[in-house]
């Protein structure tokens, strides 16, 4: 199918987009349009105006500053994957890229776009949540930046406001966290019917701080907290693993989803699944846990 007719505005500053952005209040951005423009196509989206963001060189690129990594919003997944600097210092994350989509996608994808589009079965969200990352967003009043444990509201839906544009993400630096994702991908589309992020620092193989986020559980990303609980201050051993994946809930506020792929019992069994995939092999390799072929 093809889209609805709609005017196209090219923005090359940030400022400019804010601009076009006021003055079309309605209009959609369009960064590597993985998210968009499928969307489009079908029906379910018909905007009047498209405000491309895609030639704002400022947002693209990686950089490493003191104790932080900061991704501008532009920046591919593939750009990722390849950072020596991400893998690095936010493995989590470097991970994380390459389970999405394929090569095409990757060298199209953006990380902003991801992130902000907060699609519950996208791959990002939960290891955002994991690696601790901040986002920044960029409005008529200036930037500000929003914590990750605030970020995610529902599906399709951040806290960035209406007129603001999501132009970074800024990983803490944690070059001595062991992390691994895990995940159950959709045999239709490939997306994570269920993905388990974790990331968390050991002494000794006693674990200090540890961070599970989970995607395509609910209806937005969401941090695993019984399971950090049941990790932290315990040996990052067999039994460990097992009784924190045994904790894999959600909080009771919120209900799994439930689709023509999976009912909302069989999600939570899968949580509890991967999240014990992503654990050993944290464990694994932490060199805590020997798990025989």
């Given at each position: 199918?093809y889209?609805?007719?709609f005017?196209?505005h090219?923005?090359?500053?940030?400022?400019e987009a804010?601009?076009l952005l006021?003055?079309?209040?309605?209009?959609?951005i369009?960064?590597?349009?993985?998210s968009l423009?499928p969307?489009?196509k079908?029906g379910l989206?018909?905007?009047?105006?498209?405000v491309?963001?895609?030639h704002?060189?400022?947002?693209?690129?990686?950089?490493?500053d003191g104790?932080?990594v900061?991704?501008g919003a532009l920046?591919?997944?593939a750009?990722?994957?390849?950072s020596?600097?991400?893998r690095?210092?936010a493995s989590?994350?470097?991970?994380t890229v390459?389970?999405?989509?394929?090569?095409?996608?990757?060298?199209r994808?953006t990380?902003?776009?991801?992130?902000?589009h907060?699609d519950?079965?996208?791959d990002?969200?939960g290891?955002m949540?994991?690696?601790?990352?901040?986002m920044?967003?960029h409005g008529?009043?200036g930037?500000?930046?929003?914590?990750v444990?605030?970020?995610f509201?529902?599906?399709y839906?951040t806290?960035l406001?209406?007129?603001?544009?999501?132009t970074g993400?800024?990983?803490?630096?944690?070059?001595d966290?062991v992390?691994a994702?895990a995940k159950?991908?959709?045999p239709?589309s490939g997306?994570?019917?269920?993905?388990?992020?974790?990331?968390?620092?050991?002494?000794?193989?006693?674990?200090?701080?540890a961070r599970?986020g989970a995607?395509?559980?609910?209806?937005?990303?969401v941090?695993?907290?019984?399971?950090?609980?049941?990790?932290?201050?315990?040996?990052?051993?067999?039994?460990?693993?097992?009784n924190?994946?045994?904790?894999?809930s959600v909080?009771?506020?919120?209900?799994?989803?439930?689709d023509?792929?999976?009912s909302?019992?069989?999600?939570?069994?899968l949580l509890?699944v991967?999240t014990?995939?992503a654990?050993?092999?944290?464990?694994e390799?932490?060199?805590t846990?020997?798990v025989?072929?």
């Amino acid at each position: 199918m093809y889209p609805d007719e709609f005017e196209y505005h090219r923005a090359s500053t940030v400022e400019e987009a804010l601009d076009l952005l006021d003055e079309y209040p309605a209009a959609e951005i369009l960064a590597g349009g993985h998210s968009l423009l499928p969307t489009m196509k079908s029906g379910l989206a018909s905007p009047d105006h498209l405000v491309d963001i895609g030639h704002i060189d400022s947002m693209r690129g990686i950089d490493a500053d003191g104790d932080t990594v900061s991704v501008g919003a532009l920046t591919t997944y593939a750009d990722v994957a390849d950072s020596d600097v991400v893998r690095e210092h936010a493995s989590i994350v470097a991970e994380t890229v390459h389970e999405i989509g394929d090569v095409q996608v990757r060298n199209r994808g953006t990380v902003g776009g991801n992130v902000a589009h907060a699609d519950p079965a996208s791959d990002l969200p939960g290891a955002m949540l994991a690696a601790d990352a901040t986002m920044v967003a960029h409005g008529p009043d200036g930037s500000r930046t929003i914590p990750v444990d605030d970020f995610f509201l529902g599906m399709y839906e951040t806290a960035l406001a209406e007129d603001e544009l999501l132009t970074g993400v800024e990983l803490p630096s944690q070059p001595d966290v062991v992390s691994a994702y895990a995940k159950k991908p959709s045999p239709s589309s490939g997306y994570a019917m269920v993905g388990v992020a974790v990331a968390l620092s050991h002494d000794g193989g006693v674990v200090g701080d540890a961070r599970v986020g989970a995607n395509g559980v609910i209806d937005h990303g969401v941090r695993l907290e019984p399971v950090e609980e049941a990790l932290e201050g315990e040996e990052l051993d067999a039994d460990t693993v097992e009784n924190a994946a045994q904790r894999a809930s959600v909080d009771d506020e919120w209900l799994p989803m439930e689709d023509l792929q999976a009912s909302a019992e069989f999600r939570e069994q899968l949580l509890r699944v991967y999240t014990e995939r992503a654990l050993t092999e944290v464990a694994e390799r932490a060199g805590t846990v020997v798990v025989s072929a």
